[in-house]
């Protein structure tokens, strides 16, 4: 496993995890997701 992921899994499981931050986590992942997808059509039509 690379060090960049390594990284990211332990700060996304971390043990002390309510329910708000699962949320917020979902939202700004779902939100990077629809950017970059976004940015991938514009610039492939283009």
Known sequence: MSLELFIA???????????????????????VTVGVAALITVYGAG
């Open 9 to 31: 899994f332990r700060y996304l499981k971390a043990k002390r995890k309510g329910l708000f931050a699962v949320v917020t986590t979902s939202i700004g992942v779902a939100g």
